[in-house]
């Protein structure tokens, strides 16, 4: 498996910067990673780190070297990150819960598997052309025509995100066979705003990923302006093992059965090697959301 990859974060005109991105890989699958913690709601980016972590972990457990359900694997890890935010929110007596948004994509078997929940994006772009694009979980997506023609306010608020009170909604896409040259982007709603989609397709399909990302943080950057949100964006493109003897990226032909390498800190949060997250049903989700659910109750009737 080779693939060329690059990734960049800029706080943009915020106060700090929610979002969270990386990428880990064994010899035969890999896993990539962003997630935007949502402000309006406290510690957004402890959100997206433990969402970041919780996957990887769970990736590094299950990936030996392969996934043996890819579909399976992703919607119980999302699932999991729900809940160990959940989990981190009761612990510390929050009166809300952290929040965030999630798109993930695995590469295993020479396809691409993707999950998505909120408005964070992944693009797949072939000859320049999108050749798929997750759709977003906001209102607006929901209804028809431009934000400014409606007579609904708030169309672009999520309906759903991690660490929502309410079990997460989530899509699923692939398998798609992924052929010499393609590109996968997951970005924050940062970049996409304000760069419509045939900008981010021609950009990525005449530029490296390298050359291509950087600039497309910057423009989105540019348009927005002092305004401007988090700006997150991580590509990659994929290699033929076949057409190249070597990679100008990331070859895992050389890596042992058991190895495992990641760009994210891996540390399980609290319990995970006790709650045995791939396992985690939906009596433990509803357990958690009913913890963190008497906890702001709690908080309520303090403040009165």
Sequence with gaps: MKFSVFQVSRRGGRAKNEDRMGYCYTRESSLFLLADGMGGHPEGEVAAQIALQTIAHLFQNQATPQLPDVPTFLSSALLAAHHQVLRYANDKLLPDAPRTTLVAAVLQGGAAFWIHCGDSRLYLVRGGAIAARTHDHSYHALLDGPPAQSKYANRNLLFTCLGSPLKPVFDLG?????????????????????????????????????????????????????????????ALEWEMPDDFPSSMGISTDSIGEGAFAST?????????????????????????????NEAIRRSAERRR
């Design 174 to 234: 692939g398998p798609v066979t992924l052929a010499q040259g393609d590109r996968i982007l997951l970005c924050s709603d940062g970049l996409w705003s304000a760069l419509d989609d045939d900008t981010i397709a021609q950009r990525l399909g005449q530029q490296t990923v390298e050359h291509a990302v950087p600039d497309l943080v910057e423009d989105a950057l540019r348009k927005a302006g002092a305004a401007s949100d988090n700006v997150t964006a991580l």
């Design 264 to 292: 994210i800190q891996a540390e399980p949060p609290d319990a995970l090697e006790d709650a045995l997250l791939g396992e985690l049903d939906e009596a433990m989700i509803e357990r958690s959301i009913a913890e963190i």
